[in-house]
């Protein structure tokens, strides 16, 4: 399973409707969970409005939910990839001075 930070700020659109904030974020967690990911999300205060945490299989699969998120125009979004210590215990070995 691969691990993505998801940062996110609504739009205007989204801001009006800010009401079905938890709708929306319910949606993105079946069409994680239908592709074979996991999605958490988190409200912040600050510059971004929320965090999220998504474990998908692929980054295609990745892409596809936080893409199909955006579809609906209620947010904008930057998406990071992640590692676990256990993946930079394997990955740090391998790297060449």
Do not use: C
Request: glycine share 8%; aromatic share 10%; charged share 25%.
């Amino acid at each position: 399973m691969e691990h993505y930070v998801v940062l996110g700020r609504w739009t205007s659109q989204g801001s009006k409707s800010l009401k079905e904030t938890t709708k929306r974020a319910d949606a993105v967690k079946a069409k994680a969970s239908k592709l074979g990911g996991k999605f958490d999300l988190w409200w912040t205060m600050g510059e971004w409005d929320f965090v999220g945490w998504l474990d998908a299989p692929s980054d295609e699969v990745a892409n596809q939910i936080v893409l199909s998120a955006r579809l609906s125009g209620n947010v904008q979004t930057r998406t990071m990839k992640a590692w676990t210590a256990s993946d930079m215990e394997k990955l740090v070995p391998k790297i060449q001075e």
